[in-house]
């Protein structure tokens, strides 16, 4: 399993930025995955997920202002972040649970007020 995340950066507050996640090494397609970040000196948390069906869920905090899809011919999942806050600076993950969790390297993302 290989998840390899890409799209962090610097962006002022209030701005925007897609994350990438390319996916190998199992079934993408029927699988649920999630992204996850961790903050500094914060725990790693859940932001979103998205399961095979396309039923997504997000973290209280971001609903209406990102969106995470998927697109299972490319193996990508995607978060779309908009109208980002400070607090949202973190290093961001794709995650996969299969029997074990398998986590992607973590994309930067910094939001500068």
């Known amino acids: 399993v290989q998840l390899q995340a890409s799209g962090g950066g610097l962006v002022q507050a209030g701005g925007s930025r897609r994350l990438s996640c390319a996916a190998s090494?199992?079934?993408?397609?029927?699988?649920?995955v999630d992204w996850y970040r961790q903050g500094p000196g914060k725990e790693r948390e859940l932001v979103a997920s998205?399961?095979?069906?396309?039923?997504?869920n997000y973290k209280d905090s971001v609903k209406g202002r990102f969106t995470i899809s998927r697109d299972n011919v490319k193996r990508t999942l995607y978060l779309q972040m908009n109208s980002l806050k400070p607090e949202d600076t973190a290093l961001y993950y794709c995650?996969?649970?299969?029997?074990?969790?398998?986590w992607g390297q973590g994309t930067q993302v910094t939001v500068s007020s």
């Open positions: 995650h996969l649970k299969l029997g074990i969790d398998y």
């Open positions: 998205i399961s095979s069906g396309h039923t997504t």
């Open positions: 090494g199992f079934n993408f397609r029927i699988n649920t």
